[in-house]
């Protein structure tokens, strides 16, 4: 069964450093999707990268990136430079051929960014 | 602007009294879908549609119907609410077509209070 791991509930970086966030997954399907999403306190889920399994680079948004290293089957976000309004809840998702488009998402990371 | 609504945003109802959350989507996507959030778990799906007339339990379906008679709605009905429903709820749509997963776009969220 395809399952994402966030082993950090919660993590703390002082403003303008980076913070890499962790993700694991386990599937055993070939093609499959990598998404994370930002849950700010006001609730929405915003998307903000998305990486495919066969995708040869590491993919990027502005100041976000994903570091997707597939034999370890992780797919950490990093963001850079951070600022006061990346605080939220961090998840990860994978999506995958054979799901119906069904999005698992791990049990979230809480991002605290520190003046 | 491409979004994805959902009405109403906060409910708050008793055990028993049926209920409807309405989903509308303005991006011709095929696939929609259900997920409730309850803290420490994640987002969880409960059913989705690939497309008109075309529905599926997702991991948790109990106590919930939807209906997919347009391609733009995907309300979701409550039939007996119970308090174990009482969660935070999101309406999600995407494209749908072979290969990699597309990202799914997600409504604000519907608070839901069952007493």
């Known amino acids: 069964a395809q399952k994402i791991t966030q082993t950090q509930p919660g993590m703390f970086v002082q403003e303008k450093e980076a913070v890499t966030l962790d993700c694991t997954y386990d599937t055993s399907d070939p093609s499959y999707g990598l998404f994370w999403y930002k849950q700010p306190s006001s609730g929405e889920m915003i998307f903000l990268i998305y990486?495919?399994?066969?995708?040869?680079q590491n993919a990027t948004e502005g100041r976000y990136s994903l570091n997707f290293q597939k034999a370890r089957k992780s797919a950490n976000l990093v963001i850079s430079a951070s600022q006061l309004g990346d605080s939220a809840m961090y998840f990860c998702a994978m999506s995958w051929t054979g799901s119906a488009r069904q999005l698992t998402f791990g049990s979230g990371t809480q991002l605290t960014v520190l003046p | 602007e491409a979004q994805v609504t959902q009405n109403p945003r906060y409910l708050i109802t008793v055990t028993g009294k049926k209920l409807t959350v309405t989903c509308s989507q303005n991006m011709n996507h095929e696939y929609m879908s259900w997920y409730r959030q309850d803290p420490g778990l994640g987002l969880r799906q409960i059913y989705y549609?690939?497309?008109?007339?075309?529905?599926d339990k997702g991991d948790v379906p109990e106590g919930y119907k939807v209906s997919r008679k347009e391609k733009r709605n995907f309300p979701l009905i409550l039939e007996s609410p119970s308090p174990n429903q009482t969660s935070l709820y999101f309406c999600?749509?995407?494209?749908?077509?072979?290969?990699?997963?597309?990202?799914?776009?997600f409504g604000p969220g519907t608070r839901l209070t069952v007493t």
């Open positions: 990486q495919g399994s066969y995708d040869q």
């Open positions: 999600a749509s995407s494209l749908l077509g072979t290969g990699v997963p597309y990202e799914q776009y």
């Open positions: 549609s690939m497309n008109v007339e075309v529905t």
